[in-house]
């Protein structure tokens, strides 16, 4: 899989990032599936790693208006144990990979001055007022916050409205 990409499609959501730069689809690079998620049992994934100048960005993607939240875990645990694991599998790759790319973009990304962790959720237009948007992005962002203060004191959750000035990607789906 190459690790120079444009663009990232995640189910009905297309990522563009800067032309060279560093991003992949994590939870289907080689090392990951081949070689680590099967480690302890199983692991997670988050679902696009990227590299810019000083920071490795983190971005778990969940669109639920196609599907909704169904999983028995909590949304912020989940995105933790992804995090975490996804930081395991990133030190197992720098050292294990097969794949040279693999390899180099784990180092990259281990060698970054800041961990940005981000969920990008898209959510349904609920009909209810008192819980319009079904998933209370706030509630998931304050969670997530107490979760994984170790890795990113200030973990982000966006929408393909709401993308931060310093996220230097776009969204469309």
């Known amino acids: 899989m190459p690790v120079i990409e444009e ?4 189910g009905q959501l297309t990522f563009t990032f800067p032309l060279g730069s560093q991003s992949s689809k994590y939870d289907t ?5 081949n070689q680590f998620n099967s480690a302890f049992g199983g692991t997670k994934a988050i679902d696009v790693v990227y590299a810019t100048a000083d ?11 196609v599907h909704s939240h169904t999983k028995l875990i909590d ?12 930081l395991a599998g990133l030190v197992s790759a720098r050292v294990h990979a097969n ?3 693999e390899k180099q973009l784990a180092d990259t990304l281990l060698r970054k001055a800041r961990l940005k962790v ?15 948007r079904g998933i209370d992005p706030a ?34 789906g």
């Not at 690079?29 to 599936?33: F, V």
């Not at 920071?55 to 208006?65: G, L, M, P, S, V």
């Not at 200030?154 to 996220?167: A, E, F, L, R």
Request: glycine letters at 2%.
């Open 99 to 101: 794949d040279p790319d």
């Open 139 to 172: 509630n998931v962002a304050q969670k997530l916050k107490q979760l994984i203060r170790a890795v990113d004191p200030h973990p982000t959750v966006v929408d393909q409205n709401s993308i931060k000035p310093g996220m230097n990607w776009a969204v469309q």
């Open 118 to 132: 981000v969920l990008h959720l898209e959510t349904p237009v609920c009909q209810s007022r008192t819980n319009p």
């Open 75 to 86: 949304l912020a645990d989940e995105v933790a144990l992804k995090v975490r694991d996804t």
């Open 55 to 65: 920071t490795a960005w983190f971005i778990e993607i969940k669109d639920y208006r």
């Open 29 to 33: 690079c080689s090392h990951y599936r």
């Open 7 to 10: 663009v990232i499609r995640e």
